[in-house]
C-alpha cells in the first residue's frame, strides 16, 4: 500500500520498477478518458519490458519489427518498411544496417523496381525472429496480465481496425 495525497492505493510491487511510481491515483483524472495517454503508456510499458527481455539476444523492440517484417511473406522494401512501424526512411536504413551487418536480414533488388531493394530475413535471421518472437509474447503476457484472453483479442482487434 501507497499513501497519496492521505488516499491509500494498492501497488502491484511485480510491475513496478524501482523509479516507477504508482499509477493508480491516476485513474481518477481525466487523463485517462485520453485513448492517446493511454495507448502511449501501454506502448512504452510493453516495449520497455520487452527491451528487457529482447536484450539476451542483442534486440530491441525497433530492431525485432524490422525482423519480423523482414521474416514475413511481404517481403518488403525499406520504403514500405518505414510506413508499415511508422518510422522515418533514415531510422530503418540504420535498423537495417545493424540487422544487415550481423547476418540477419539482406537487401534483394525489387522485381517490381530494381531501384528498390526488399529486405529479407537470412536463415540466421529467420531462426532469431523465432526466438524473438517467443520472447515478445512472454512481454505480452506480463504487460497484459490483468486482460482476460478475450479482452486481449478484443483489444488486438480494436487497435488493428484503429491502425491499420
Partial sequence: MSIIDGK???MNAE???SNELDPSPLRDTELVQEIQFLTARLAAKGNNHANKLLEELDLNVRQFSVLALAASDLKPTQREMSAFVALDPSQIVALVDTLEDRDLVKRETD???RRSKNIVATDA???LYRKARAITITA??????NLTETE???LRELLTKATL
Fill in 140 to 145: 505480452e503476457d506480463h504487460v497484459l496480465t
Fill in 152 to 154: 486481449r483479442d478484443q
Fill in 8 to 10: 491509500m492505493f494498492h
Fill in 125 to 127: 535471421g529467420e531462426k
Fill in 15 to 17: 510491475l513496478l520498477t
Fill in 111 to 113: 522485381r517490381r523496381d
